[in-house]
C-alpha cells in the first residue's frame, strides 16, 4: 500500500533533551533501545550497548544498577514519548475533514512501524508487565491513551460506521488490533503456522481492512483508500 504526503509526515515524538549529562544519558538509552529491539533484552549485553552508544562499562554501571534499571528507564522514556507521539498523530485538527477509511489506512502502517523498529523492547516490557505491576500500570496507560484518542476520533464520525455499536465496535477492534501485534512482537522470532509475520508487506493493509470491515465502513470506502474501484475484483489478498 503506498503511504501518503501525511502518513510520511509522522514522526515518533522525543521531547528535547539539554545538559550534556542527559545527552550522554540519552545515547545509552537509544543504543539499548537498538540492542534489545534486535536481540531481544536476555540477549542484550552491556558491553554492545556501551560500544553502540560510544561509552564505557564504567559509565553504563555509574548510571545503572544493573540491566533491570537499564529497563526501567527505557520504560519510563518510551510512555513519555508514546503519549506525546499518540497525541500528535491523533490530534483531531490533522484529520479534519478527513474519513475513517483515510484516518486508518494512514495511521495503522505508522503504528505497525513502531512495532517492527522496537519488537524486541515492547516484547521485554510486556514479559516484564506480567508480574511487576509498575510495568502493567504504565504499559496499559499507553494502551488506554491510545484507544482513547482513536475512540474520540472515529466517534466524531460515527455516521461512517454501521455497526450497532460504533463505541463498542471501535474500542474492540482497536483491542483486535493492538492484540495481533502485541503477539507478533512476542513470537517475532517464532515462524507462524499460518498468517503474516510482523515484517510481511501486507500486514498494514490487512489490519486496516480488518478493522474497518468490522466497524462496518461500506466496502466502496475501503476500496476508494487503497485507490481502487468498486468494480475491482478480489484476488485473494485479502
Not at 564504567?58 to 544498577?65: D, E, I, T
Not at 499518540?86 to 494512514?106: F, K
Not at 462496518?216 to 474501484?229: D, F, L, M, N, Y
Request: glycine share 6%; net charge negative; charged share 25%.
Amino acid at each position: 500500500m503506498a503511504q501518503s504526503e501525511t502518513t510520511t509526515s509522522f514522526q515518533w515524538v522525543r521531547p528535547p533533551r539539554q545538559s550534556r549529562s542527559q545527552e550522554s544519558l540519552e545515547r545509552i538509552l537509544d543504543a539499548a533501545e537498538q540492542v534489545i529491539s534486535e536481540r531481544g533484552f536476555d540477549q542484550a549485553t552491556v558491553a554492545e550497548i556501551v560500544r553502540r552508544a560510544n561509552s564505557s562499562v564504567g559509565a553504563f554501571y555509574g548510571r545503572f544498577k544493573e540491566k533491570d534499571a537499564l529497563l526501567r528507564c527505557l520504560h519510563e522514556r518510551f510512555c513519555e514519548e508514546a503519549f506525546a507521539t499518540v497525541d500528535a498523530v491523533l490530534d483531531p485538527e490533522r484529520w479534519r475533514g478527513e474519513s475513517i477509511g483515510q484516518i486508518l489506512t494512514e495511521t495503522v502502517p505508522f503504528l505497525v512501524d513502531a512495532y517492527r523498529q522496537r519488537g524486541g523492547m515492547f516484547a521485554a516490557f510486556m514479559v516484564r508487565a506480567t508480574y511487576d505491576p509498575s510495568f502493567t500500570e504504565s504499559w496499559a496507560s499507553v494502551g488506554a491513551h491510545l484507544v482513547d484518542r482513536f475512540r474520540t476520533l472515529l466517534l466524531e464520525r460515527c455516521d461512517e460506521i454501521d455497526h450497532p455499536n460504533p463505541r463498542l465496535a471501535i474500542e474492540f477492534g482497536l483491542q483486535m488490533m493492538l492484540c495481533t501485534l502485541d503477539e507478533m512482537a512476542l513470537f517475532r522470532d517464532v515462524e507462524p503456522a499460518g498468517g503474516l509475520t510482523l515484517f510481511d508487506e501486507r500486514l498494514p493493509e490487512q489490519l486496516a481492512t480488518m478493522f474497518l470491515r468490522y466497524l462496518g465502513v461500506p466496502h466502496s470506502a475501503i476500496a476508494k483508500q487503497r485507490g481502487e474501484t468498486s468494480e475491482t475484483p478480489n484476488n485473494g489478498s485479502e
